[in-house]
């Protein structure tokens, strides 16, 4: 079964650490076989107050694929770059 990150970006702190996260991140990604698959600045709020400056949508084969890329050694470094950059909320789900 399918599984998902979504990022909801809130604040951008540091637009340079931010282009250094997206490089490194496309670098080591994909390795993990996920797939970004939206991610948007511009996006139309239908329901509720979302509070977003760009949301990203990454599919995975599978929770355990997920899990593994989240918690791979070379990434820690680029969470804590990213967390550097920017302010945010991240989940993680399984598709139907």
Not at 1 to 30: R, S
Not at 48 to 76: C, P, S, T
Request: net charge negative; aromatic share 12%.
């Amino acid at each position: 079964m399918a599984a998902y990150v979504i990022y909801n970006l809130t604040e951008l702190v540091d637009e340079e650490a931010m282009g250094e996260y997206v490089q490194k991140f496309q670098n080591m990604f994909g390795k993990y076989d996920g797939k970004v698959i939206a991610i948007a600045p511009d996006f139309d709020v239908l329901e509720g107050n979302w509070e977003a400056k760009r949301v990203v949508i990454i599919e995975f084969a599978d929770m355990e694929a997920l899990k593994r890329w989240h918690e791979a050694d070379e990434y820690q470094p680029l969470i804590k770059l990213r967390q550097s950059a920017a302010r945010g909320d991240m989940i993680a789900l399984n598709g139907l």
